[in-house]
C-alpha cells in the first residue's frame, strides 16, 4: 500500500506538470491532468499499475476525494440565491437529459434494425449517454473562476442530471434484464442509490453546521467541517458495503449534498475565509478526481474506434447541445445560457464509464457479444469525447463571457 501510494503521489505531480504546461496553450489544466492518467495510468507507462486501481484502498481513497470534490457543487446550492431560478433549472435539466435519452436511443434502433442487433441494446446506450459527468466541468469553473448565468445553472444542473441519469439508466437495465430473465437493481436499491448520498450529506452538513455556529475560530471550524465530511463519505461507504455490497453511491453527490446544508445554515459571509483554506483540499480533490476518470481509458481502443463510436459521440453531442438549447427556450432562460449551456454538459467519462460495467456484466449474463459492443464503444467514445469536451467547455465559458481574459 506504500508503495502504492507513492506511485499515486508520482502521477498526480506529473499530471500537475502536464496541467500547467497545457495552460501555457491557454487550455485548461484539466486536459493536461485527464492525459497524464491516460500514458501513465495501467495501460502505457504503468506509473500506476491495475492492481492499484483495482485494490480497495485505492477505491476507498478516491471515494474520500470525490466526496471532497463534491464540496463545490453544493457551496453555490443556496436556496434564497437559486430559488427564483430552481424552477428554470430543473426544467432545462429534464429536457436536456431525457432529450438526449430520447436522440440517443432512436439513433441507434436505426442502426441496430439494420445491423439487425437487438434494438433494446439501444436503449441502453441511451441510458448511458444522458448522464454528464461534472468533474471536469467544475475543474474549468474552478481554475478560470468563471462567473455568470451558465456556471450558476451548471452547479445546481450537475447534481439534477446525475439523479436523473441514475433513475432513467437503471430502469432500462431492470426491464432489459426482465425480459431477458435476468436479474438487476430492485426499485428499492434504485430509490436508495437516489436518495441516500443526499440523506447522508445533509445529515452530516447539518451536524457540521451546529458545531461551526460554536466557534469563531476559522482554522477550528475548518477542522470540524473536514471530520464531518470524513464521517460522511464513511457512512457512505459502510452503507456500500453492507446494504449494495459494492461501490453504488455517488459521492459526488455526498459532498454536494454536505456543503449545501452547510452554507443555508451558516451565513455566507462567515464561511467565506474558511472556505478559502479549504481551497487547496479542493484543487488536489479535482485533480485526483479527474487523474482517475483518465486512467480506466485504454488509448489502443481508439485504433479499434468504429461507426458506432461515432454515432455515439454526435448523437449524444446533439442531445445535449440541443436539448439544453430547447429546454432554456422552453423556460425561457437568459440567451447565453439557451445558447452555450449544452456545450459545458458533454464530459462524460466517469460516468459513463461506471454505467457501461454494470450494463456489461448485466447483458453477459445473456449475451457476451453485446456486451462487448457496448464496452468497446463506449471506452473508445470516452476517451475521444472527453479530451474533445474538455476543450469545447472552456470555449463555452468563454463565448458565455464568464471568464475573465
Known sequence: MIIGLLHIFAIICIASVCGKLISKLKLPAIL?????????????????????????????????????AGVMIGREIIFKKIAKSGKQIIGITFVQSIGTFIFVTAAFSVVFVISDIPVYLAFIFGGIA???????????VNEYH?????????????????????IVFFTVISIVSGVNGSSSASPFAIAGMVLL???????????????????NSIRLRLVILLFFLCVSALCGLLIDHYLFHSFSLNYLLIGMAFSAAVVNVI???????????YNPLLNLSLVIVIVNLGM????????????FTVIYILSRA?????????????????????????????????????????????????????????????????????IIAVIVAKFAFNWAGEIEE
Open 32 to 68: 493536461g491532468w485527464l492525459i497524464a492518467g491516460i500514458v501513465f495510468g495501467p495501460y502505457l507507462a504503468e506509473v500506476v499499475t491495475l492492481d492499484i486501481t483495482n485494490a480497495l484502498w485505492y477505491k476507498v481513497l478516491i471515494k474520500f476525494f470525490e466526496c471532497f
Open 130 to 140: 444522458l448522464a454528464t459527468a461534472p468533474a471536469p466541468a467544475l475543474s474549468i
Open 146 to 166: 468563471t462567473n455568470g448565468p451558465v456556471t450558476k445553472t451548471l452547479l445546481p444542473l450537475a447534481a439534477i442530471d446525475d439523479i436523473i441519469g441514475v
Open 197 to 215: 448520498p443526499f440523506a447522508i450529506g445533509i445529515f452530516a452538513g447539518l451536524c457540521a453546521s451546529l458545531f461551526m455556529k460554536k466557534t
Open 267 to 277: 451565513p455566507e459571509e462567515e464561511l467565506t475565509d474558511t472556505l478559502k483554506l
Open 296 to 307: 480506466p481509458l485504454d488509448y489502443r481502443l481508439i485504433a479499434g474506434a468504429g461507426l
Open 318 to 386: 446533439v442531445g445535449k447541445i440541443g436539448g439544453a438549447y430547447l429546454g432554456g427556450k422552453l423556460t425561457k432562460a437568459e440567451p447565453v445560457v439557451t445558447k452555450y449551456l449544452g456545450f459545458t454538459l458533454l464530459p462524460h467519462s466517469g460516468v459513463s464509464l461506471v454505467f457501461t460495467g454494470i450494463a456489461a456484466t448485466t447483458l453477459t449474463a445473456f449475451d457476451a457479444s453485446l456486451a462487448a459492443i457496448v464496452s468497446g464503444t463506449i471506452v473508445a467514445a470516452a476517451i475521444i469525447n472527453e
